[in-house]
């Protein structure tokens, strides 16, 4: 079954993003598969962290518009 990990603040700039990576980074390395959303559609940093951002072509945003699948969005 399927866990659900929110990292979440109201305050900006207090290691949100990084602390997503950092622990979806080691699930990953431990052989678990990892989904990892950015919900901070304004300014999303995620894509930087991971080194993928010139992977990223479609958002949650597109998802949302119906502009893309999920599996296209995922990277």
């Known amino acids: 079954m ?3 990990v929110v990292v ?3 305050k900006g700039g207090v290691g949100k993003t990084t602390t ?3 622990f979806s980074s080691g699930l990953a390395l431990r052989g678990l598969k990892t989904v990892v959303i ?3 559609v304004g300014l999303r ?3 930087l962290i991971m080194g993928c951002e010139r ?3 479609y958002d949650f ?3 949302i518009n119906g502009e ?3 599996n296209q969005a995922l990277i």
């Open 61 to 63: 945003i597109n998802v």
């Open 20 to 22: 997503s990576a950092s």
């Open 8 to 10: 979440t603040s109201g």
């Open 2 to 4: 399927a866990k659900i």
């Open 38 to 40: 950015d919900f901070d």
């Open 45 to 47: 940093n995620l894509d």
């Open 55 to 57: 992977r990223v072509v």
């Open 68 to 70: 893309a699948t999920l």
